[in-house]
């Protein structure tokens, strides 16, 4: 698990991966890499608890809509909570909310899905 | 890759925008300059896709710059390099005054960083250059690469803008720094200060201030200064009157009211004015000198305020030396106090020392004298010395004189009290001595020495109970002087001269009896003495034969003089019941025989004021008109319409011997009343409707 990875785990079905600083395009590739592993063992449902990264640049969301486009053929989906209002911001501003949903907390994320 | 999801340009650049926009809203609402620069970073890298990042900032004392922020970056490898503004990169971004790209591998410091590109921008505080924001290595899915141009412009506007924010913070740090510094110079100093806003209200106060006005900062801060100083109209009126004029007003040593407590201050008020000149309130600045007024009072318990006020001025006067010079000593003695304190009690003696010390300094330092010391009971006093004055003699011989006038009456006092009386001797010489502060530097004094001293002395020892013995040179001094009356005595022998020396005696007039003294000096014993279980012979009762007997007189057309006696009499007819009721009257007139004597009181008019005593004895035996007054008024409450009082206030005191029943009482009044009759015409004609009334009345009750 890379440094940026904080943790992972599966709860009904949905994979969460917890990260820890800068989502740029080391801290996107961490992410896709384990986006795809988990979905070629058949998991489709992807959350993001982002409460430790309160940075990211256009790098670090391009690689996010990589990963969407993917899931979008296994009729996927992938959303994020505890986002920092600059990163929810960028979000916004990048378009990333219209593929893909931003919650508030994991217990709504997981049951929001 | 589907299309819609490309991110195109325009994104970019609204999210730079944003940020950009984002920077300048919350650069203003950052106070500390360290989260500020982080901020700035992030935000910097996140818009323009660097890896990671740093600020350096401007050391305050050198041209050195050291890391204040970081953003994912090896900051360890940086450790121990030198960041100096004249070399390098800042040598260049300092002149571009604009971002500019790194060469980080041609860099001997960013090398370090093991970063490929850089991009820095300067920021500036107006020309200087405050602080570098360095960028690393902008990222694409590709891998790293150089900046861009446009990334340039973003970088350049950012810092632009971070430096005015910079600058903002530092101003609002000093500004508070400068607060800070204000505020603790204002609290440390000890001359209490307070301002006011064009208002009038109190916007600031320091510590003294607030402890000078005996009020809490808080009492204080916000209220107009006319509330505060409700009490202290002077206070008004000098910022009143700084607000008009615009010019310092001042005043010393006023006293003002603080919140109870009266404190002696210099108060000084001047306009506060802005940076165009404008006033903007006024600043109250308040010295206070109640400890300087202990100081000074202590002070004057031992010296004169002649003195008090030249050492507070001239601190020459501290240094140990002394010059010669021409004064006057006044020496005064007790006479017999050795033989006369050995029969009184230790506490006594120093009582009676206390009383009569406190009396003779204050006369000699009404005439400018300073007490030089005291030696047992003896006072020596010096007049001219350190600084003189054509007056110095004749403020001695005055002081003599007034010492003893008033010694008369200090012993009617103790005489009253049944004290002995004190007399004292005096002497004075005036001649050439040496003065000056005489000691160690430790504890020093001033005095004089000399013969001129020495023979002052002994003219106090020649000179008799109530005598003041002046030497020649005195005499010839004040002689002019026709206040004075002088008596020449025969040349006296004192040691250590071969000659006799020529000597006078200054004559005074002993005040003649003072009547309304007398009355207050005894009235004064009586409140003091009366047994207070004593429920009708009081002082209440005496006043009231006072009263009578003044009134009966006046009605019986009795002249002055012998109405100033029949008062006299009336005031000490009781007063033996402070040692023998059962025979106060002849106690009474043993008293007033020894008081009245030792206050020159007439002694062919003695026997008259003990005779009118006497006769107050029930029955009651009065030999002439006088007498008969004073026993009228004894008893002028029998025909009164306040009889029912008295008479409850005489039963309560009778019941002190024994006891006296109510049935008892009523025989015992019908009985007294029955058998009395007054003897002047006033009271017959005045009193006798109202007392028949009375006798009916207790006649009716014993009837029940």
Known sequence: MSGFIKSTKEENQIVIIETDGYLNNEGGEAISTICYEKMSEGKNKFLINMASTKVVNSIGVSILIEIIEKLQEVDGKIGYYNLAPIVSKTFNIMGLTKYSTVFATEEEAVSGL | ?704
């Open chain 2, 1 to 704: 890759m589907n299309k819609q999801f490309n991110i195109n340009e325009l994104q970019l650049k609204y999210l730079e925008l944003e940020t950009l926009l984002d920077i300048t809203n919350e650069l203003s609402s950052f106070e500390h300059v360290s989260v500020l620069l982080q901020e700035i970073l992030i935000k910097s890298c996140a818009v323009l896709n660097a890896s990671s990042g740093m600020i350096l900032m401007q050391d305050s004392n050198s041209d050195l710059f050291q890391i204040e922020a970081e953003f994912n970056i090896d900051v360890d490898a940086l450790k121990g390099v030198i960041f100096n503004k004249k070399r390098g990169f800042f040598n260049e971004v300092n002149q571009h005054r604009k971002a500019i790209h790194l060469q980080i591998e041609t860099d001997p410091f960013l090398s370090k960083t093991k970063c490929t590109y850089g991009l820095i921008a300067p920021l500036l505080d107006k020309k200087d250059l405050v602080g570098v924001i360095v960028l690393f290595d902008k990222e694409s899915r590709l891998g790293i690469s150089a900046f861009e141009e446009s990334d340039t412009n973003m970088l350049s506007a950012i810092a632009t803008q971070a430096g005015v924010a910079y600058n903002n913070i530092k101003l609002i740090e000093n500004i508070k720094e400068a607060k800070t510094f204000n505020d603790n110079v204002m609290q440390s100093i000890v001359t209490g200060v307070f301002t006011t806003n064009l208002m009038g209200e109190i916007n600031h106060v320091n510590r003294a201030a607030a402890s000078i006005i005996n009020l809490d900062r808080e009492e204080v801060i916000g209220n107009h200064y006319e509330y505060v100083f409700e009490s202290n109209e002077i206070i008004n009126e000098l910022i009143s009157k700084c607000e008009t004029a615009l010019a310092t007003i001042s005043e010393s040593q006023i006293q003002i009211d603080c919140n109870g407590k009266t404190t002696s201050v210099n108060i000084s008020v001047s306009p506060l004015l802005n940076d165009q000149n404008e006033p903007i309130g006024s600043v109250v600045a308040m010295e206070d000198l109640s400890n300087l007024d202990k100081l000074k009072s202590t002070f004057k318990k031992y010296v004169s305020k002649q003195i008090v006020d030249q050492l507070l001025e001239n601190d020459d006067m501290l240094n140990l030396g002394g010059q010669e010079q021409e004064a006057t000593i006044l020496f005064s003695d007790i006479r017999g106090f050795t033989s006369m304190s050995e029969t009184m009690p230790p506490n006594e003696v120093v009582e009676t020392l206390n009383e009569y010390f406190n009396l003779m300094i204050e006369i000699i330092f009404k005439y400018n004298g300073t007490l030089d010391k005291i030696i047992g009971d003896a006072l020596m006093v010096i007049y001219g010395a350190p600084n003189s004055t054509d007056k110095d003699t004749e403020n001695a011989v005055l002081t003599a004189i007034e010492m003893q006038e008033k010694l008369i009456e200090f012993n009617q006092q103790r005489i009253i009290h049944s004290k002995l009386p004190i007399t004292i001797g005096i002497g004075i010489n005036r001649g050439r001595v040496i003065s000056g502060n005489i000691g160690s530097r430790q504890q020093m004094n001033f005095t004089v020495i000399g013969d001129s001293v020495n023979l002052a002395s002994r003219l106090c020892s020649a000179a008799k109970a109530d005598e003041i013995i002046v030497s020649d040179t005195v005499w010839k001094h004040v002689k002019t002087n026709k206040l004075f009356k002088g008596r020449k005595l025969n040349p006296i022998k004192v040691k250590g001269k071969a000659k006799p020396i020529e000597i006078r005696e200054i004559l005074y007039q002993r005040p003649s009896f003072n009547y309304e003294v007398a009355y207050g000096m005894i009235e004064s014993f009586l409140i003091n003495n009366l047994p207070k279980e004593y429920t009708y012979h009081s002082i209440h009762h005496i006043r009231d034969v006072v009263e009578q007997s003044e009134r009966i007189a006046k009605k019986e057309k009795i002249n002055k003089e012998d109405i100033a006696d029949l008062k006299l009499a009336a005031w000490l007819h009781d007063v033996g019941y402070i040692w023998e009721p059962a025979r106060h009257e002849a106690r009474g007139a043993e008293y007033a025989t020894v008081v009245l004597n030792a206050m020159d009181f007439p002694a062919q008019k003695i026997n008259r004021i003990t005779g009118m005593i006497m006769a107050t004895k029930i029955p009651q035996s009065p030999k002439n008109l006088l007498e008969q007054i004073i026993c009228d008024a004894d008893l002028d409450y029998l025909g009164r319409e306040d009889y029912k009082a008295n008479s409850t206030l005489l039963l309560e005191e009778l019941r002190l011997k024994k006891e006296i029943s109510e049935l008892e009482w009523l025989k015992i009044q019908d009985q007294f009343l029955t058998k009395h009759v007054y003897f002047t015409k006033t009271s017959n004609s005045t009193r006798n409707t109202q007392k028949a009334k009375v006798l009916a009345n207790i006649k009716t009750q014993l009837k029940k």
